[in-house]
């Protein structure tokens, strides 16, 4: 861990809180974001209250972790602050981003898998699909929510070291994430070309219960890039120093969930590899 991380985790209570990279970045997309939607005009105000609202009690709540007794404690407030930060901002995205009127992309995207293989995977995996491997594949697909707060519930066990090496890689994920959901708008083939498939994907229990996590939780515009792909990729590089078990336990369902996201019409191509080269560029400089 850096000087910088260790020198803002043992600061004392009554000292101002340090901001890291990630911290500020989420601060700046919310005013960046409240301040275009105010020169929307009086339609997208609300829009702007909220995210000038939303980040005003994120700066706070990040100011009040300093006031806690000890590292450990501060550690885990900061965890959770931004961790709340990026469940607002992740469905805030979609509104803001309509608000602002920005054009989906989804015909580029769609353009850039047919160049590079011909069909996006989406459409060519129709052929394959069953009942059975549609129920797998959604529970592969589920399995980066369980897994995302099994690591966030484990971390907040551990020393605080562990904390800012999670945060470092998972926020910096988050935010890459954002950034592309607000500039690279898109609701994935499934959603945007609907008539281009024969039929729809049946399953079981599993198969019903990502639908109805994807129809009320997902950012519907949060196809690029897939962050089920990328933050996947970053807590298992976490799980690799701190947790070798767990890391070798979600290799296999990590495999079955990058595809999933080719299989259920979530993602296209681009998507997906937009993430694995995010979390190259991310893993090395949070490594800095």
Do not use: K
């Not at 602050?81 to 509104?95: D, I, K, M, P």
Request: aromatic share 12%.
């Amino acid at each position: 861990m850096s000087s910088a991380a260790s020198s803002s985790l043992l600061a004392p209570p009554s000292a101002a809180i340090r901001f890291r990279g990630y911290e500020l970045g989420f601060a700046a997309l919310g005013l960046v974001s409240g301040a275009a939607l105010l020169l929307r005009g009086s339609d997208a105000a609300r829009g702007a209250v909220e995210a000038f609202a939303g980040t005003a009690l994120y700066v706070f709540l990040l100011g009040a972790t300093a006031r806690f007794e000890s590292p450990r404690a501060q550690a885990r407030g900061r965890l959770a602050v931004n961790y709340l930060f990026c469940l607002w901002f992740y469905g805030a995205s979609t509104r803001i981003a309509l608000a602002l009127g920005i054009p989906t992309v989804d015909a580029g995207l769609l353009a850039f898998d047919e160049a590079c293989f011909r069909r996006t995977p989406a459409f060519a995996l129709e052929a394959g699909q069953t009942s059975g491997l549609t129920e797998l594949l959604s529970g592969c697909y589920l399995s980066y929510l369980v897994y995302l707060h099994v690591v966030l519930g484990h971390a907040l066990t551990r020393p605080a070291g562990d904390m800012a090496r999670l945060s470092r890689l998972l926020f910096a994920g988050f935010f890459a994430g954002f950034i592309g959901y607000l500039l690279v708008p898109a609701l994935g083939p499934g959603a945007a070309f609907p008539e281009r498939f024969t039929a729809p994907l049946t399953g079981g229990v599993l198969a019903s219960l990502n639908a109805s996590v994807i129809a009320r939780g997902a950012a519907a515009l949060g196809s690029f890039p897939s962050l089920h792909v990328l933050n996947t990729l970053l807590l298992l590089e976490y799980d690799r120093h701190v947790c070798p078990l767990r890391f070798q336990l979600m290799l296999v369902p990590a495999v079955g969930l990058a595809f999933s996201t080719l299989y259920l019409r979530q993602h296209y191509a681009a998507d997906v590899l937009a993430a694995a080269v995010l979390f190259l560029v991310l893993r090395r400089g949070t490594a800095r």
